[in-house]
């Protein structure tokens, strides 16, 4: 199973000392996070793409590849890829080419954004976030797989004999998971391609997770990739520890209270015991860590969120050496040793991509629910 970290890449101002910091220090924090994270032996590093104040992670290829240069083993991932703003014939070159400059140690999680105003930013219309992200994944599943790519559809001008350049690593694509928090057409166009569900449940309850994976299964077994509890599932997750809850409540308090997303509303006791959100000891991170797969499923990728809400850098890597010393240690053990022997233990990676061999053609026909439905509320 993997575990990692992914960052929002917010710049948000420390509550306790009233400082908040440039955005050249947010981005090199973000850096000495994912070779934390390889260093204490986590699997993963996965950065948000965001365009918009306070965020900073406007180019996730070029701050992944500087990452590659930096890391021997490390997978490197998005949190998310914007499949509506972006050009699909963008998306196809860039991530081909860190898929070049890592050795193959690259995925990426397909989102449809979650702030209004970055659509018309990108020309584009958030109430037709679905279709889009329907559409230029169609055609960025052609540009990786066609050598010739003919394409006309709703939202971009028309190729014709198209090349995408640099070709994906030894002709295999990288895997792609589809990141949701609602949208179950999301969950659909993840289980009808074979591709992997991520659930950012970090906002929700248990019953609501359990619906939308649960979807996804279902949906993944329908369209005969494998058995239902074989689907390729990530969950997020949040945690805070220190050696007693008390200690760990009284030192993120002040975060939690004023961080961007979900400050000044719910109380960090109501949103605890509401949520994935675990501010104790590392035996409690792992004992409500351990219990999510009692209602998703066996499940192949966990990502906490770390280093949010203006915690500074040195306490952030103080909580990834905890998670990757004391936490996930435990967390591998016992995760496998629930998991039937015919539920894949890992997402796939490039080398069992390449061994796989290619891929059966599909063709993804959109939705039926109607695209008027997304709103600027919603979120991948």
């Not at 970090?202 to 994976?213: A, D, L, N, S, Y």
């Not at 695209?371 to 991948?380: F, L, N």
Request: overall charge negative; cysteine-free; glycine content about 8%.
């Amino acid at each position: 199973m993997q575990f990692g970290v992914f960052s929002v890449g917010d710049v948000t101002t420390d509550p306790t000392t009233g400082r908040t910091p440039t955005e050249h220090e947010r981005i090199t924090a973000m850096t000495q996070i994912a070779l934390k994270a390889e260093e204490v032996g986590l699997d993963v590093f996965a950065t948000g793409e965001h365009h918009n104040p306070p965020f900073v992670p406007s180019s996730p290829t070029t701050h992944l590849g500087y990452i590659a240069a930096k890391t021997e083993r490390l997978q490197l991932s998005t949190a998310t890829t914007l499949i509506t703003t972006n050009d699909p014939v963008k998306i196809a070159e860039d991530y081909a080419m860190l898929q070049h400059l890592s050795g193959g140690r690259v995925d990426l999680m397909m989102g449809r954004g979650n702030t209004g105003p970055v659509y018309p930013w990108f020309g584009k219309d958030i109430r037709q976030g679905i279709a889009l992200a329907v559409e230029n994944y169609h055609l960025l599943r052609r540009l990786w797989r066609e050598d010739v790519v003919d394409w006309e559809g709703r939202f971009r001008t028309p190729l014709h004999g198209y090349t995408s350049t640099p070709a994906p690593l030894d002709g295999t694509p990288p895997f792609v998971w589809h990141g949701s928090i609602r949208s179950v057409e999301i969950a659909e166009q993840a289980a009808y391609y074979g591709d992997g569900f991520f659930h950012n449940h970090i906002f929700w309850g248990p019953e609501h997770t359990r619906q939308m994976v649960g979807l996804y299964r279902q949906r993944f077994e329908h369209y005969g990739h494998g058995s239902a509890d074989q689907a390729i599932v990530g969950l997020g997750g949040q945690a805070f520890m220190a050696e007693t809850e008390a200690e760990a409540k009284r030192r993120f308090r002040p975060y939690f209270d004023v961080a961007p997303v979900y400050g000044h509303g719910p109380s960090l006791e109501e949103f605890t015991s509401a949520t994935p959100l675990t501010v104790g000891t590392p035996e409690m991170v792992i004992e409500r860590t351990l219990a999510s797969a009692d209602y998703a499923g066996d499940y192949q990728r966990q990502l906490f969120l770390m280093d949010h809400a203006g915690l500074p850098l040195d306490v952030v890597l103080e909580q990834i050496e905890i998670l990757g010393r004391e936490v996930v240690p435990t967390l591998r053990t016992e995760f496998e040793r629930r998991r039937p022997a015919h539920v894949p233990s890992d997402p796939p990676t490039h080398a069992s991509l390449v061994a796989a061999g290619p891929e059966s053609p599909h063709h993804l026909v959109i939705p039926a629910a109607p695209v008027a439905a997304a709103t600027s509320e919603e979120t991948v």
